[in-house]
C-alpha cells in the first residue's frame, strides 16, 4: 500500500494487513448501538497523534479505509514536522438518532485503555463540547479548552506563512510585494490573510460568506473577488485555505499562479492533478507539510504542558526549504518527495525506536 493511498472502500481483511498498522480496533457501544474504529499506525518516534472524525460511512470497510488511511497519513505529517510522535486517527460511524454522548465516551473509553499510545483530539464532526465529553473519560486528549495549547488555527496560519517564506526564496523572491490569492477567509484564512497583509503581501481573497471576505477587504486591503473567480485570478502564490480537492486536473491545466501553498487538506483531487501542475512548472508546497502548525502546537502542549514557541512552528520553513530543493533537483513534484522524507525519517525512527 503506498504510503498516500487515498480513501478507497477496500473491505478486505488483507487491506488491513497491508496497512501496516500497530492496532485497529473497531468498538461498539451495544446498549446506545454506537460503532467506532481507531488505527494507532505507528509509535516508533513517539506516541500517536490523532482527532476523532465523526462521519456518515455508507458502510464500514469505507469508514475502516478512512482510519487507517488518516492514521498513516498523520505518521508522514509528524515525521516531516519532526515531531517525536506518530499516527493515529478514531472515527465514530455517524448515524441518525446516533447518542453522541455515548459514541464519545466510548471513543474515550478506548483511549484510555490505550493507556498514552494514542493522543486524540478534533477532527472533522467533532466540536469542543464533544472532547468535552472525552476528556471526562480519558486524560490522553487535546484540551477543548484554548488556554491550553493555544489558539491552534492561528499555529496553523503562522506555519502557512512560515511555508510561503520558504517558498518565496525558493522562487527568488520575499513575501513582500508578491501577490497572494486566498481561497477561504475560515479560522486558518482570516488570520494568515493578516499576517500576509503585515509581511507586505498583495492579498486578493474570497469567501462563500460575503462577510467574511468584506471583514478581510477592511482589515488587510484586500481586493475581493466572487468564489468562483478565485482560481482564475493571476496570482504568484494560490493559498487554498477553504476544502479540500479544489485542483482537479482541469484547473490544474490553467491555474494562473507560479505556486500552491496553503492550509487545505489533500488539496489535488488525485496524484495526476499533482503532476499536471507540476510539468507546467507549478510548485505546489505539499498541504501536509505546509498545515502542520496546529499539529506541533497541540504535540508540544501535550509532551511539555506549555503551547509550542513561535520559532518551533517557523521551523516549518526550513522542511519546506528541503523539500522544494530535492524537488527541484529531481524534476519531482514536492508531494512525493515529502512523502519520502517522510519514510526516511520513519525508518529511522524503527531502527532506533525511541
Ligand atoms: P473553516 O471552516 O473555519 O473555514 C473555511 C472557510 O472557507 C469558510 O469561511 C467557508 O465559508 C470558506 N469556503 C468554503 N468553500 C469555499 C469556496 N468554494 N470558496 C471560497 N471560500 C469557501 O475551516 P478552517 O479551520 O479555516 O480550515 C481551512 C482548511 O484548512 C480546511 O481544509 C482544513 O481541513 C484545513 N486545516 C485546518 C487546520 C486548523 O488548524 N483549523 C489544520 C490543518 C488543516
Not at 12 to 29: G, H, K, T
Not at 85 to 105: C, E, Q, T
Not at 292 to 319: K, N, V
Request: hydrophobic fraction near 50%; include cysteine.
Amino acid at each position: 500500500m503506498r504510503p498516500d493511498a487515498r480513501i478507497e472502500p477496500v473491505p478486505s481483511l488483507e487491506f488491513l494487513a497491508a496497512a501496516d498498522c500497530e492496532r485497529i480496533l473497531v468498538v461498539r457501544d451495544r446498549r446506545a448501538d454506537a460503532l467506532a474504529a481507531i488505527a494507532v499506525h505507528d509509535t516508533s518516534a513517539g506516541p500517536a497523534h490523532g482527532g476523532i472524525r465523526r462521519w456518515r460511512y455508507p458502510d464500514l470497510a469505507t469508514g475502516m479505509a478512512d482510519v487507517v488511511a488518516l492514521a498513516r497519513a498523520m505518521t508522514w505529517k509528524c515525521a516531516l514536522a519532526g515531531l517525536p510522535a506518530g499516527g493515529g486517527k478514531a472515527v465514530i460511524f455517524d448515524r441518525d438518532g446516533l447518542d453522541r454522548r455515548a459514541a464519545y465516551r466510548l471513543v474515550a473509553g478506548e483511549v484510555e485503555r490505550l493507556g498514552g499510545r494514542f493522543f486524540t483530539g478534533p477532527d472533522v464532526g467533532t466540536t469542543a463540547e464533544d472532547l468535552r465529553e472525552v476528556a471526562a473519560v480519558t486524560q490522553f486528549v487535546a484540551s477543548p479548552d484554548p488556554a491550553g495549547a493555544g489558539d491552534l488555527a492561528l499555529a496553523t496560519a503562522r506555519g502557512v506563512l512560515a511555508a510561503m517564506r520558504a517558498l518565496a526564496r525558493h522562487l527568488g523572491c520575499e513575501l513582500a510585494g508578491l501577490r497572494v490569492a486566498v481561497q477561504g477567509l475560515g479560522a486558518v484564512g482570516a488570520p494568515l490573510a493578516r499576517l500576509l497583509h503585515a509581511a507586505g503581501a498583495r492579498l486578493v481573497v474570497a469567501d462563500l460568506d460575503a462577510a467574511r471576505a468584506a471583514a478581510s477587504a477592511a482589515d488587510c486591503g484586500a481586493e475581493v473577488v466572487p468564489a468562483e473567480r478565485i482560481t482564475a485570478v493571476p496570482c504568484d502564490v494560490f493559498a487554498p485555505c477553504a476544502l479540500g480537492g479544489v485542483i482537479d486536473e482541469d484547473l490544474a491545466r490553467r491555474l494562473p499562479a507560479r505556486a500552491v501553498c496553503g492550509a487545505a487538506n489533500n488539496v489535488f483531487s488525485g496524484d495526476a492533478a499533482a503532476r499536471v501542475l507540476a510539468a507546467r512548472g507549478v510548485v505546489a508546497v505539499p498541504d501536509f507539510v505546509a498545515n502542520a502548525g496546529a499539529l506541533i502546537a497541540g504535540a508540544t502542549f501535550h509532551r511539555t504542558g506549555l503551547p509550542a514557541p513561535p520559532e518551533r512552528i517557523d521551523g516549518i520553513a526550513d522542511t519546506v526549504a528541503a523539500v522544494l530543493a530535492r524537488a527541484a533537483a529531481a524534476g519531482r513534484p514536492p508531494g512525493e518527495v515529502a512523502l519520502e522524507i517522510a519514510q526516511e525519517r520513519l525508518a529511522e525512527a524503527r531502527r532506533n525506536p525511541r
